[in-house]
């Protein structure tokens, strides 16, 4: 599976949004862009995935670049409850998904 | 919904044991999977199944073992407990190859071998 790179954390103040960056550069056609978050003590939790065209979801937006080789995660007011590590993953035809060290968001009062 | 379920939530073992890992979805889905977390580092796959009777390796299957006798059920069992088992275990499911598909996350096993 193609890799990702991702920045190990970042901060954001609440009820700010937050740009969570994702370069895959030797994405193939096929690969899906997933991200997952996972809270302190849980397992991970889908946010959200898309191929080409970028997504909308209650929890999220993902904004992909024209050329795929580059996305972003965007949170439009984050809340204290934001708080985790967020791992984006290419998924194509793998049964798996390779979960990297992700990015460790932190959100200030 | 319960989602993914897995028993126990925590367990201390001693070198030598053996223990049986639970897992159990409600959504119908086909596809499962075991993966294991050491502390600060992502995840890995142990095992998966696309379906009941259907399993396979992952990345890092061994001492461990899986079967697949129901739709529901996906348990992993290791036989000769080592301190380099000592890790959270997740389990995870979905209606299609998680490559393509939402995959649902069960809250996790923390199990330390000692």
């Known amino acids: 599976d193609a890799k990702t790179t991702q920045p190990n954390s970042m901060e954001s103040n609440e009820e700010e949004p937050v740009h969570l960056p994702c370069n895959h550069s030797t994405i193939s056609g096929t690969d899906y862009i997933h991200w997952y978050r996972q809270l302190p003590s849980q397992g991970p939790e889908y946010v959200i995935h898309?191929?080409?065209s970028n997504v909308n979801n209650r929890m999220a937006s993902l904004a992909i670049a024209e050329d795929r080789k580059s996305s972003t995660l965007i949170l439009h007011r984050a809340t204290l409850r934001d708080a985790a590590v967020y791992y984006c993953i290419l998924g194509g035809g793998s049964y798996q998904l390779t979960f990297g060290k992700g990015t460790k968001l932190s959100v200030i009062p | 919904n319960a989602g993914v379920t897995q028993t126990p939530k925590f367990r201390i073992l001693k070198i030598g044991q053996s223990m049986t890992l639970q897992c159990a979805q409600d959504?119908?889905?086909?596809?499962m999977y075991w993966y294991r977390q050491d502390p600060g580092m992502g995840l890995k796959l142990i095992y998966y199944?696309?379906?009941?009777?259907?399993?396979d390796k992952g990345e890092v299957p061994n001492g461990y073992n899986v079967s697949r006798s129901t739709t529901e059920d996906f348990p992993l069992r290791l036989e000769l407990a080592a301190p380099s088992q000592t890790s959270v275990y997740f389990c995870a499911s979905s209606y299609s190859r998680q490559g393509k598909a939402e995959a649902f996350f069960g809250q996790g096993t923390r199990l330390t071998v000692v």
């Open positions: 959504m119908n889905h086909n596809y």
């Open positions: 898309g191929l080409t």
């Open positions: 199944s696309v379906g009941a009777g259907i399993t």
